[in-house]
């Protein structure tokens, strides 16, 4: 798949609205995909500042932080995702 790709059309949305909780999402996915993990969890958490009851980021910030080995922090991460699906 073009995940590169994706990541240069995530980019320039979000340079039009930096606010896009979709666009970063988004690229969040890509970035996993991509193994830029770290940059996963950056895109995951600003959007979790937009929309903070987001299940889907908060599941793909989990992945990205198991991925980079913090075990601890992706569990709370997976607990409000699944937390958030209860409510």
């Known amino acids: 798949k073009e995940y590169r790709g994706a990541l240069t059309d995530f980019?320039?949305?979000l340079r039009l609205k930096?606010?896009?909780p979709d666009a970063?999402?988004?690229r969040g996915m890509a970035r996993i995909q991509l193994r830029e993990y770290?940059?996963?969890?950056?895109?995951?958490?600003k959007a979790l500042r937009?929309?903070?009851?987001?299940k889907?980021?908060?599941f793909g910030r989990g992945v990205?932080?198991?991925?980079t080995g913090n075990f601890r922090?992706?569990?709370?991460?997976?607990?409000?995702?699944?937390?958030?699906d209860i409510n």
């Open 18 to 20: 930096p606010a896009n």
């Open 50 to 54: 937009y929309r903070p009851d987001d």
């Open 24 to 26: 970063l999402y988004n």
């Open 73 to 84: 922090s992706a569990l709370s991460d997976f607990t409000r995702a699944i937390e958030q």
């Open 56 to 58: 889907e980021a908060f």
């Open 38 to 45: 770290n940059a996963a969890i950056g895109d995951f958490t």
């Open 64 to 67: 990205a932080k198991m991925e």
């Open 11 to 13: 980019n320039a949305a």
